[in-house]
């Protein structure tokens, strides 16, 4: 079972950048980014997948967040660009093990606070 393990999360100002990383265990089908702000439903970021056929992302951070991997390391990166405070959640990486399945696999989560 591939394992998921994700850095760079903290405390940002409004306007400021961080970025997440996501180091896998082994190859998957895709991986994806998703997050959960509370008293909300988890709610997709976006995601890529490893064949190099793109990416996608919520319209709500489209211009602002980046998904990028480092395909030597089986590793994903979530740039995130001009925070704003409904950023502020628990962000998830996740991957889908194979093209028949859904996000069947999960990071431990890592917190994003962006203050005002």
């Known amino acids: 079972q591939v394992q998921l393990v994700e850095s760079g999360g903290g405390l940002m100002q409004a306007g400021g950048s961080l970025r997440l990383s996501c180091a896998a265990s082994?190859?998957?089908?895709?991986m994806g980014w998703f997050r959960q702000a509370p008293g909300k439903e988890r709610e997709f970021v976006g995601a890529?997948?490893?064949?190099?056929?793109?990416?996608s992302y919520v319209d709500r951070v489209k211009g602002r967040f980046s998904i990028s991997t480092n395909n030597a390391k089986n590793t994903v990166y979530l740039q995130m660009n001009s925070l704003k405070p409904e950023d502020t959640a628990v962000y998830y990486c996740?991957?889908?093990?194979?093209?028949?399945?859904?996000?069947?696999?999960w990071g431990q989560g890592t917190q994003v606070t962006v203050s005002s």
């Open positions: 996740a991957a889908r093990s194979s093209i028949y399945t859904q996000y069947d696999i």
């Open positions: 890529i997948y490893w064949s190099g056929s793109g990416t």
């Open positions: 082994g190859r998957t089908y895709a």
